[in-house]
T-cell receptor
Framework: DAGVIQSPRHEVTEMGQEVTLRCKPISGHNSLFWYRQTMMRGLELLIYFNNNVPIDDSGMPEDRFSAKMPNASFSTLKIQPSEPRDSAVYFC????????????FGDGTRLSIL | AQSVTQPDIHITVSEGASLELRCNYS??????LFWYVQSPGQGLQLLLK??????LVQGIKGFEAEFKRSQSSFNLRKPSVHWSDAAEYFCAVVTLTGGGNKLTFGTGTQLKVEL
């Protein structure tokens, strides 16, 4: 079975450029989560969707960050303009929304902003 | 608010030795608890979960965890560690919201295995 698929796996770009991270959740899962992981701050929840609707975006650091989920099988996280402090590993996870179901994680996108 | 504490940032054990990773949670009701493992360059993989019922739960890779309500703990154990178990381990508790399940993670415990 296909797990959560994220692309690209690695992204290196210059400060000021737009960055788009992509995620395909597990088929049938109706909750999707975006996380950021850094050495300093650990694993942070940025935003999550339920049935394609954003439920909680309180973790999104600034207006430079935006996330969309146009359909049940695709989501994007966009950073515009990017800054060096955005360098991190970004994970997408999906789950069933029913009580207490575990989240399944993708392998992440390692983002480096120069 | 729900929270998870993993008091040990780093742990080193010898291969073949037993392992226990500590996790304490703060949650008003019966919690949904998880342990995840993260190998370098990988995402988080679910090891095991506790919802209710038997307080000793078995997971993958020979891991088990015991839920102790009186101690607000959910410690992860393995009787004999293998070198491939070296990784970072995260404990997490679910917050049930009207719109889905939100995970609160601990800060993780980095496990090093000495050969």
């Amino acid at each position: 079975d296909a797990g959560v698929i994220q692309s690209p796996r690695h992204e290196v770009t210059e400060m000021g450029q737009e960055v788009t991270l992509r995620c395909k959740p597990i088929s049938g899962h109706n909750s999707l989560f975006w996380y950021r992981q850094t050495m300093m701050r650990g694993l942070e929840l940025l935003i999550y969707f339920n049935n394609n609707v954003p439920i909680d975006d309180s973790g999104m650091p600034e207006d430079r960050f935006s996330a969309k989920m146009p359909n049940a099988s695709f989501s994007t996280l966009k950073i515009q303009p990017s800054e060096p402090r955005d360098s991190a590993v970004y994970f997408c996870a999906s789950s069933l929304a029913a009580g207490g179901q575990p989240q399944h994680f993708g392998d992440g996108t390692r983002l480096s902003i120069l | 608010a729900q929270s998870v504490t993993q008091p040990d940032i780093h742990i080193t054990v010898s291969e073949g030795a037993s392992l226990e990773l500590r996790c304490n949670y703060s949650y008003g009701a019966t919690p949904y608890l998880f342990w995840y493992v993260q190998s370098p360059g990988q995402g988080l993989q679910l090891l095991l979960k506790y919802f209710s019922g038997d307080t000793l739960v078995q997971g993958i890779k020979g891991f088990e965890a015991e839920f102790k309500r009186s101690q607000s703990s959910f410690n992860l154990r393995k009787p004999s560690v293998h070198w491939s178990d070296a990784a970072e381990y995260f404990c997490a508790v679910v917050t049930l919201t009207g719109g889905g399940n939100k995970l609160t993670f601990g800060t993780g415990t980095q496990l090093k295995v000495e050969l």
